[in-house]
């Protein structure tokens, strides 16, 4: 039967109300409380060891973000680690726990629509991620300006900025996986198990498998040139399938300056370079936009997964 009306329609009722119960639970509460506490934590090293710096560094701001200091890493690896278990904490029951609580059947009696119904959950979970992660970047870029009494550039604020986009981003590809999940699975505990495995096996035991593969695939038994430089290819390919390593790439691109390579580099390549200059914003994102076009694209498959499996799903009252 052909549907009256917009597939939309109730779209941001649905947002506003996600968005109220995200901003408002208990859950999300302890989590982004812990978040902060970490991220000031994380900060308060690196403004330590910074103030021992040369006041001339024209990129001291920047380091706030990826300086650490034993024994805690730094504000970069902090939100690498905490930014997946947040989305997943946002996603993980929000089409099974409509189920469990039988409240699915009537909310698809309303107008509105399943479009409507799982882009407005998934609108809500990024827009909480995204006022979670810009509180963030004022709380770090205040403290450095408190502390530090260093103003940011013009340039330096365009990679903060961008850095800030990367993470929104690298948090969206785990929120529309925790969505799909929920679709699949009808138990809530299953599919936060479930998330929460597939996080682990990418953050833990990825670069492992692709070292077998890659050995496996492209021996370096002779130790010639061609084969080494194969067996690197295949082995960053492989690597740049995991959506860790595609954050800390863009990460190490728009943070550190004077990064020129996210590869590896031929003597040919480095003729007529002046070494040591750093790049400007523009080059650095030329840079780093391969791998944030894959998180985008990682990000927009899942979610269309998702959305085709819930399309097909059978919903009783």
């Known amino acids: 039967m052909r549907r009256e009306g917009s ?5 941001w009722a649905v947002v506003m109300k996600e968005l109220a119960d995200h901003l408002s639970s208990v859950r999300m509460q302890l989590l982004e409380g812990l978040i902060f506490l970490t991220a000031l934590g994380s900060t308060y090293g690196a403004v330590r060891q910074l103030k021992a710096s040369v006041a001339e560094d024209p990129y001291l701001y920047l380091k706030l973000f990826t300086t650490a200091q ?3 890493p730094s504000f970069v690896a ?6 997946p278990l947040a989305a997943i904490a946002l996603g993980f029951d929000s089409i099974n726990g409509e189920h469990n609580r039988h409240t699915l059947s009537r909310v698809l009696s309303q107008p509105i629509y399943r479009d409507a119904l799982l882009l407005g959950k998934f609108l809500a979970g990024m827009f909480t991620l995204g006022v979670s992660l810009l509180a963030l970047w004022l709380l770090v870029t205040g403290m450095g300006l408190l502390v530090l009494g260093v103003v940011p550039g013009i340039e330096e604020v365009a990679r903060g900025l961008l850095f800030l986009l990367t993470a929104w981003a690298y948090a969206g590809i785990w929120l529309a996986l925790a969505i799909a999940l929920s679709v699949i699975f009808r138990q809530t505990a299953t599919s936060a198990l479930a998330a929460i495995a597939v996080w682990l096996f990418f953050a833990i035991f990825w670069d492992m498998v692709v070292q077998v593969i890659s050995a496996a695939a492209v021996p370096t038994y002779s130790g010639s040139p061609s084969e080494t430089l194969a067996h690197l290819r295949l082995s960053l390919f492989l690597s740049r399938l995991s959506p860790n390593t595609l954050f800390a790439e863009i990460v190490l691109a728009l943070l550190n300056p004077a990064v020129r390579s996210l590869g590896p580099i031929f003597i040919t390549q480095l003729e007529g370079a002046v070494l040591g200059t750093p790049l400007p914003v523009g080059q650095s994102l030329l840079l780093a936009w391969p791998q944030f076009t894959g998180l985008v694209a990682g990000l927009l498959l899942l979610f269309a997964g998702s959305y085709v499996l819930f399309q097909r799903q059978e919903v009783r009252a």
């Not at 902090?78 to 930014?83: A, P, S, V």
């Open 7 to 11: 597939p939309w329609t109730g779209l």
């Open 78 to 83: 902090f939100l690498g680690f905490f930014l």
């Open 70 to 72: 034993d024994p805690l």
